[in-house]
Nanobody, 128 residues
């Protein structure tokens, strides 16, 4: 079983930057792809960014492309999400997710059902 713990959320002003971190612990029998999703009040959970098991490939939602960057440190099984030029529309609970997959197909990474493990979430609030 794999446990995920997010950190780094908080309250920032529009235009600021924030860095979220996710640490995976426990036993994973296969390399982990990792991702970030978010859920705003009254809205469905949506894909933000993902990175494949070895960090070679990254995937982003159009709404964050060019502003957010996902990274992964394989030795420590951690993933960071660097968020720049934040806007109030980025306000949400951000969830880290992980999947024991090595797929090279981009189709699967934005899908919630791809991921077996989820963190508890961390709140990001962007004020005007």
């Amino acid at each position: 079983q794999v446990q995920l713990v997010e950190s780094g959320g908080g309250l920032v002003q529009a235009g600021d930057s924030l860095r979220l971190s996710c640490a995976a612990s426990g036993r994973a029998f296969r390399p982990l792809a990792m991702a970030w999703f978010r859920q705003a009040p009254g809205k469905e959970r949506e894909f933000v960014a993902a990175i494949n098991y070895n960090g070679a490939n990254t995937y982003y939602a159009d709404s964050v492309k060019g502003r957010f960057a996902i990274s992964k440190e394989n030795a420590k099984n951690t993933s960071d999400l660097q968020m720049n030029n934040l806007t109030p529309e980025d306000t949400a609970v951000y969830y880290c997710a992980a999947a024991p997959t090595t797929t090279s197909s981009s189709y699967y990474y934005p899908l919630i059902r791809t991921y077996d493990y989820w963190g508890q979430g961390t709140q990001v609030t962007v004020a005007i």
